[in-house]
C-alpha cells in the first residue's frame, strides 16, 4: 500500500493538543511537525518533548508553513473558528477537537468553507473510540438491536474539573462541552434519522457559588424522527475528591430486537495509595483513591498513550496518508449535536421544549 507523506500542524498546546502532537510525532506518515500556541514558552515546551521541526506564537504561520498539509486544532473551544477556516481556505484537511463551534453560525460558516473548498474536515469526539462504543455500534449495524426505540444515559464527573473547564471558556458547559459526547454517541447510533424536539430541565449551585451561571444538572429528553426517545443527563459537581480522573457514564440501548447495556463508570478498577495519584487535567489535585482508566481522553502506559484520543489520532493520520476509513463525525454530524446541546441549554433555561429545524 502506498502511503502519503504528512506534514502535520497542530494549533493549541495544551493537553488535548500535546496528546495529538506526540501521537502525530509517533506517526510513521508524519515526515514534519509543527506546533504553536499563544503562550510561545507552551509551544516551545511541546516542541522538544516532541521533536518538531518547527514552533510559534503564531497559529497563522504553522497553519500556513509550505511543509504542512494537515491541520489539528487543539484551542480553546472559543477559539475554533479562525484558525480552521484559515486551514480550510489553504485546502488542508481539518481534525477539530468538539465542538466544532460555540454557535450554530460559526458551525455554518466552517460547513460551507470546508464544502466550497471541497476540504475535508472531521471533529474529535474521541468517546466514539472506546472499544465498548465501538462494539456497540458494531452490533447495532449487524442488526443485533435492531431499531432503536429509546437509548438513556447519564455521566457525571467532579467539580473541580468543571470548573477548570469553566475557567478555560465560560461558554463550555457540561451541556456543551461534556454532555455533547453522548449526544454525538446517540446520534451516531441513530445515524440518518433527524432529532425533532428538545426537552430539558436543569438545577444547581456549586458552580453559581463558583461565579458561573451554570446549571450543576441537566436532563434532556431528545425525540427523534422515527419516535425513537433519547434521555441523557449530566452532572458535574461531585466533590473534588470523588476518585474519578475523569467522566463515570452508563449508557443503555433499547430496540426491537435486543438491548445494549454499556457501564463506563470505571468501579472495577480501582487504585488506593499512600503515594498520592496526580489528576493529569487539574494541576496540584492527587487522590489516595481513583478509578483508574477513568481519564476521559486516555492514559499513559508503559510510557505510551492508550485509549480514545490516542485511537483516534491515529485513525485519522491514517485515513489521511493511507485512506483508511474513518469513522469520526463528520462537519454536519458535528453540528447537529451542537444544535442539540444548544436546544438543551435553551429548553433548559426557559422551560419550554424546542423544536428542531428540520
Known sequence: MQTKDLGIAVVGS?????????MAAQHPAVKFLAVSDINADAAGKLAKTTGADFFSADNEAVIAHPAVNAVIVSTSEHEHLKPVMRALELGKPVLVEKPIALTLADADKIIAKAESTGTPLRVGYAQRFKRRYLSAKDQILEGRIGDITALTGRACNTRAQGIEILKRSVDATPVVDVLTYWVDVAGWFLEGIRPREVTARGHGTVFRKAGFDVNDATFALITYENGAVVNLGVYFALPAHAPQLGMGVRLEVFGSEGALILNDDHTDELLITNKGIP???IPGLEFQTAFLSSS???????????GPVADESRVWLDHLSRGRPCPMATAREARQTLEITLAIEESARTGRPIRLAG
Not at 495544551?14 to 506526540?22: D, P, V
Not at 476521559?296 to 492508550?306: E, K
Open 14 to 22: 495544551g493537553r488535548i493538543g500535546s496528546l495529538r502532537a506526540k
Open 279 to 281: 489528576h493529569a487535567y
Open 296 to 306: 476521559t481522553p486516555g492514559n499513559w502506559h508503559l510510557g505510551d498513550y492508550w
